[in-house]
């Protein structure tokens, strides 16, 4: 992974895939958690959300749409057809 792999510094939208950049960049050592957050505009608290739904849920843990079905404490959207 090299610097030019990362998202732009002026990303606006953060679809699952920059998402899973930035955390990979952190964990590489590729740019520190604090310069990640610097550069993105992050809290600590965003940046540590998308690394515990990456552990626990793989990349698509990081939908948008999905991220109530995956955050703890809060209840899962009521699906069609679910019992």
Known sequence: MTE????PP???RWVMR????VVA???SGLISL???????TLSVE???SWQRLI???GMRGLRA???QDYRPGQPVRDRVGAD
């Open 4 to 7: 030019s792999d990362l998202p």
């Open 65 to 67: 749409t999905r991220l």
């Open 25 to 27: 960049g952190v964990r």
């Open 18 to 21: 920059r998402k899973a950049e």
């Open 10 to 12: 002026d990303t606006k």
């Open 34 to 40: 604090e310069e990640a957050c610097r550069r993105y």
């Open 55 to 57: 552990d626990s849920h």
């Open 46 to 48: 965003e940046f540590l």
